[in-house]
């Protein structure tokens, strides 16, 4: 009888050592993305190196490339939400948060809206423009320092704040169209991708969060 118990004492433990964590959720409704420790849910597109961890955040540098999440939380799959990160930039760096896209293996999203970040490289569009389509020409953020971006999705509104300042807030139009080769570029769902531009862009990602909100 007492190997009996024994052995089931060990089937238990091994089970619980094999279970998948549930992402962490705080009491008010948010989701973490981001374990700090490793890209576990997330998957890069063309160039994998281009993401790291390092010390509890991302780092992106390198040749272009995507990282999607593809993790549990609402199957990667969100219509309205709230999301928020800490951001740092370096000095000429550029990068984005894309929301309602798709993983692809190569280019840049074709579904899905860019937020963008980049407070000082040769592109006029700054941090926290809705890219191309509510563009931000003020640089609200500096280089070298962590700031919150954040995100709300709801309808057919999206908000930008940058350190809980709203620097954006873009309604998308009824019945809105796109030109050939931007059709993707409209709400719908769809999962998050954090951007590496190019080789000279070096930015850093750090308590990835998501809420979903209902309907």
């Given at each position: 009888m007492r190997h009996l118990l024994f052995c089931c004492l060990l089937l238990c433990t091994a089970i619980a050592c094999n279970t998948v964590k549930p992402a962490a959720t705080t009491e008010d409704g948010w989701i973490s993305l981001f374990d700090g420790k490793s890209l576990d849910g997330w998957k890069a597109s063309e160039n994998p190196s281009t993401f790291a961890v390092e010390d509890g955040k991302i780092v992106v540098h390198g040749?272009?490339?995507?990282?999607?999440?593809?993790?549990?939380?609402?199957?990667?799959?969100?219509?309205?939400?709230?999301?928020?990160?800490q951001v740092m930039t370096t000095p000429g760096s550029n990068s984005g948060i894309f929301f309602h896209t798709a993983y692809q293996e190569e280019g840049w999203p074709a579904k899905g809206y860019e937020v963008q970040v980049n407070n000082s490289q040769s592109d006029w569009r700054r941090t926290g423009s809705v890219y191309a389509y509510d563009d931000v020409r003020e640089v609200y953020v500096p280089d070298n320092e962590w700031y919150t971006q954040h995100i709300i999705v709801r309808g057919n509104t999206v908000t930008v704040k940058l350190n809980d300042k709203t620097v954006v807030e873009y309604v998308e139009p009824e019945n809105v169209e796109r030109a050939a080769g931007?059709?993707?570029r409209m709400l719908?769902?769809?999962?998050?991708a954090l951007q590496g531009h190019d080789p000279d862009s070096k930015v850093y990602f750090k308590d990835i969060m998501v809420k979903p909100l209902g309907k």
């Open positions: 040749p272009r490339a995507h990282l999607f999440y593809e993790g549990p939380v609402m199957n990667h799959d969100f219509d309205d939400f709230e999301f928020k990160a931007a059709e993707g719908s769902s769809g999962t998050f």
